[in-house]
């Protein structure tokens, strides 16, 4: 075992990874702005307006979804006028998802609200829980991206 724990302390720690990871997530999403678009819908628009235009299928796999299931959330930002479907500069043949002016403002709102929360709780941490979560932001990113 890594670092000589044990399967049992293995058991509890990954629970309490999961049961942290997923509380904060699911108060994070709760800091959205008002309306009616779902969080997965707003994830996608945060990503196209934030690394720009995408096509369907890089959404569907970087995401992990389905097509038929991306397709949903870009219909629900398109008909909302937060993102439209433009022509690929490169290859016109393909079309890409990129954010409108109104999705851009939307997705910048939302990004500022979750900062704005998380900042308010690291306020009432000590300097040794603020370097605790510094560390831990780094195990969990390096975990997220396979590294070891």
Do not use: C
């Not at 890594?2 to 800091?31: C, H, I, N, P, Q």
Request: no cysteine; charged share 30%.
């Amino acid at each position: 075992m890594a670092g000589g724990s044990s399967e049992g302390s293995d058991a509890e720690l990954v629970l309490g990874v999961k049961r942290a990871v997923s509380r904060f997530y699911t108060r994070m999403r709760s800091e959205r702005p008002p309306g009616d678009l779902g969080d997965g819908a707003l994830e996608v628009l945060a990503r196209v307006e934030k690394y720009g235009p995408h096509t369907l299928t890089e959404l569907s796999d970087f995401y992990r979804v389905t097509p038929a299931s991306m397709s949903q959330s870009v219909n629900r930002l398109t008909s909302s006028g937060y993102a439209e479907r433009v022509p690929d500069p490169a290859d016109g043949r393909r079309v890409l998802i990129a954010a409108t002016d109104a999705g851009a403002r939307l997705s910048v709102d939302a990004r500022g609200r979750r900062d704005a929360w998380i900042s308010a709780q690291l306020d009432t941490l000590d300097e040794a829980d603020r370097e605790v979560l510094t560390r831990a932001s780094e195990l969990l990113l390096r975990m997220a991206d396979g590294r070891e």
